[in-house]
Each structure stands twice: as C-alpha cells, then as structure tokens.
C-alpha cells in the first residue's frame, strides 16, 4: 500500500511518499502533528513527538528526501547542502533514517523561515 503525506508550512502544500520501512510505519502511525521550523544551510528540521533509535542509518541524503535525526527526535527535510555538506554531497548533522521522499521540487522549501508553524498529516 502507498502511504502519502501531506506537508504545509507557509504558501508550501508539499506531497511526499513514504517508504517501507519501520521508521516510516512509526511515523504514519503518529500523523498528523504540527510543529515549529528550524533551518539549517537547505534542510529544514523540527521535533516530532517520536523517540526511536537508528534503523538504517545513512550520513549522504538527496535532495528531496526525508529524514528522522534521533538526536533531536527531528523530522527532516532536505533540499540542498547543508553546513556539513562538500561540494558534491548533502550531508546531515549526523546519521539519519531516510523514511520518505518529496514528489516534486525539493526547491519548494527554500523560502521557508524559521518558527513558521509546520503540520505534516496523511494526504
């Protein structure tokens, strides 16, 4: 079964796919929530009210992917390089779970500043 997402924050109404993956199940089992933005370089992140540890960590992300940082119990997503990025490679902070990916572009989320309010819910 395809599990969508919905994500809105700002003008930005964003769909993504869900993988299957555990990380992803304990997600779609916790939507909808809402949160507040942080920015970090082209990544957006905010807390979710999950605690999980690592399943397949990955420290190189694409842009449009979406990722669970279980240092900050943070929901993750990436549309360009970060602070820890080289010049070919997106990078996270550290290791995170890449449980989905954006449908469209990435890009979308440039703009988006932080402490805007943030609801991620099924679509």
Do not use: H
């Amino acid at each position: 079964m395809k599990r969508q997402i919905r994500i809105k924050v700002g003008s930005v109404a964003a769909l993504a796919d869900l993988s299957d993956t555990k990380t992803a199940e304990v997600i779609w089992q916790a939507l909808p929530f809402s949160s507040t933005v942080n920015t970090w370089g082209d990544e957006i992140y905010f807390s979710i009210p999950l605690k999980m540890g690592l399943e397949f960590g990955q420290e190189i992300v694409n842009s449009g992917d979406l990722g669970y940082w279980p240092p900050g119990s943070a929901f993750c997503i990436f549309f360009g390089p970060t602070p820890m990025s080289s010049q070919y490679q997106i990078r996270p902070a550290s290791a995170v779970d890449v449980f989905g990916r954006l449908v469209g572009n990435p890009k979308m989320f440039k703009g988006i500043k932080a402490g805007e309010r943030i609801v991620v819910e099924r679509a």
